[in-house]
């Protein structure tokens, strides 16, 4: 047999057909980004590469060969005992590296000398990514997004999630950067993915949408924690968006937040020291007192404050120069966050919006 090498264009076009999508890299490149639904099968470890690399450098190219060869042989078999006793003949994986080169295709070529049906990226990883970047400056334009604005603590993203349970198509920004966007928005026990992999969840999920239906999307600031929204989707949504203004009473909009933020009844310090960062722009006295509410336990006034006097200006003043239809916007009144609120405003977008 011989293993058959194709283009991004090509593997992405039926990318189902093949039963596995095998990453060589090593374990450190694969956490930072990998294809979709890849597992790691590194014919060197972090520690490996680095060694290699240093002897390519400092000896010389073939010195770096002869000891990376050796590496990857062992390596191989290890992978071979593993993961290789249940795969039936008919198995067809697909297989890649960083440049589609020697790591990818020693793997590959021992794999079709087993007799399997492999096929290599051609380019690798890096063509891969880069077939992502350029899409995702393009994706944005095919769509049409209704942009759900609101102030603090109005349920946007419990919106988009009843919105998703009744069928809609939604861009969950913030569930896909793992972050609620806000100073305070860390999710506990859940880190923030690489930038490259938030991109590629973007793209993932923009890829299965249908064009001919609107997307609904929250709107966010261009960082969400510590992660850059796509510029080419950021434009799209402000310049060409169609506007909703969720409207929430304050008292319930408290009620949301204490949900959403309880983790930090535990935590008095660390959100003090978040609220620290608020000095420049609404000063010492007014962080002070926020600080002080919360260590007293006085959590619902805390919140308060915090979105009448620092949120919600914020809020304004960033609607406004993001977004120049503000006037424009279709409200959305909610009386509360409660499951049934949501469900039914859910089904009356998708109504009205024939998602």
């Given at each position: 047999?011989t293993?058959r ?12 057909r093949f039963?596995?999508v095998?990453?060589a890299?090593s374990?450190?490149?694969?956490a ?12 060197l470890?972090?520690?490996?590469r680095a060694l290699?690399?240093?002897e ?10 002869k ?6 042989a062992r390596r191989?078999?290890d992978?071979f005992?593993?993961?290789?006793a249940?795969?039936p003949?008919?198995?067809t994986?697909?297989?890649?590296c960083?440049r589609?080169?020697?790591?990818s ?9 087993v ?5 290599l ?5 890096k ?7 350029d899409?995702?400056a393009q994706?944005?334009?095919r769509?049409?997004?209704?942009v759900?604005g609101g ?18 198509q939604?861009?969950?920004l913030?569930?896909?950067?793992c972050h609620?966007g ?11 993915p690489?930038q ?15 064009a001919?239906?609107p997307v ?5 600031s ?8 796509p510029e080419?989707?950021i434009?799209r949504m402000?310049?060409?968006g169609?506007?909703?203004?969720v409207?929430?009473?304050?008292e319930r ?10 983790h930090?009844f535990?935590q008095?310090?660390?959100f ?5 960062t608020?000095v ?5 006295d007014?962080?002070?007192k ?7 336990g ?5 919140f308060e ?13 960033s609607?406004?120069q993001n977004y120049?239809?503000m006037?424009?916007?279709?409200p ?9 609120t949501?469900r ?9 919006d024939?998602?």
């Open positions: 047999m293993v090498v194709l283009p991004v264009a090509d593997v992405l076009a039926d990318y189902d039963d596995a095998i990453d890299r374990p450190g490149e694969f930072l980004d990998h294809l979709p639904h890849a597992q790691n099968w590194p014919v470890d972090d520690a490996e290699v690399g240093t390519y450098k400092q000896v010389s190219a073939l010195e770096a060969r000891q990376g060869a050796a590496l990857v191989i078999a992978l005992d593993r993961h290789l249940d795969k003949r008919e198995w994986p697909l297989v890649y960083w589609g080169g020697q790591r295709g020693t793997l590959a070529w021992f794999l079709d000398q007799g399997f049906r492999v096929t990226v051609q380019g690798g990883y063509a891969f990514r880069a077939a992502v970047r899409e995702l994706l944005p334009e769509f049409t997004f209704q759900v102030r603090t603590g109005s349920g946007k993203s419990r919106l988009l999630q009843a919105l998703h349970a009744e069928g809609a939604v861009l969950d913030e569930a896909l950067a609620r806000s100073v305070l928005g860390a999710l506990p026990g859940t880190p923030q690489s490259k992999q938030f991109e590629l969840r973007v793209w993932q999920t923009l890829r299965q949408f249908d001919q239906r609904f999307v929250e709107s966010e261009r960082k969400i924690g510590q992660l850059q929204v080419a989707l434009l402000r310049s060409h169609q506007l909703l203004l409207e929430m009473p304050l909009r408290v009620d949301l937040l204490l949900e959403d933020y309880a930090f535990e008095v310090d660390t003090c020291k978040l609220l620290q608020m420049e722009l609404r000063g010492h007014s962080v002070a926020w600080q002080a509410l919360a260590r007293a006085r959590w619902a006034e805390v404050a915090l979105v009448t006097e620092h949120y919600d200006p914020l809020y304004t003043k609607m406004g120049q239809g006037a424009a916007a279709t959305l009144v909610l009386a509360d966050g409660q499951e049934k949501l039914e405003a859910a089904q009356g977008l998708v109504g009205r024939g998602g």
